[in-house]
């Protein structure tokens, strides 16, 4: 099974950046698609971005697009989060997720695997 681990998650003032990482062991993280949703006090998680187990295809909430960029390392077994440009709405944990599958996926019901989340918070 795997296990994940988010980091990098922190208190940012509107504009800035913060960089996630999701830190993953057991079975080979290069064979899984992974995501990241987050969930804002009172709301639904919802979807931020996907990327493919082999890093060509990456898709992203209308929400972010042009300000987060995806990412993975497949060989520290790793993903990322480049959050830029940073606003208050942007508030939320975040979650990492991966699913046994080479295809990315906004929803969060065909993921397999989630990390405990880390917090961003982003003030005026």
């Known amino acids: 099974q795997v296990q994940l681990v988010e980091s990098g998650g922190g208190l940012v003032q509107t504009g800035g950046s913060l960089r996630l990482s999701c830190a993953a062991s057991?079975?080979?993280?290069?064979?899984?698609?992974m995501g990241w949703f987050r969930q804002a006090p009172g709301k639904e998680r919802e979807f931020v971005a996907t990327i493919t187990w082999t890093g060509g295809s990456t898709y992203y909430a209308d929400s972010v697009k042009g300000r987060f960029t995806i990412s993975r390392d497949n060989a520290k077994n790793t993903g990322y989060l480049q959050m830029n440009n940073l606003k208050p709405e942007d508030t939320a944990v975040y979650y990492c997720a991966a699913r046994r599958s080479p295809m990315a996926s906004w929803s969060q019901n065909l993921y397999d695997y989630w990390g405990q989340g880390t917090q961003v918070t982003v003030t005026v």
């Open positions: 057991g079975r080979t993280f290069s064979s899984y698609a």
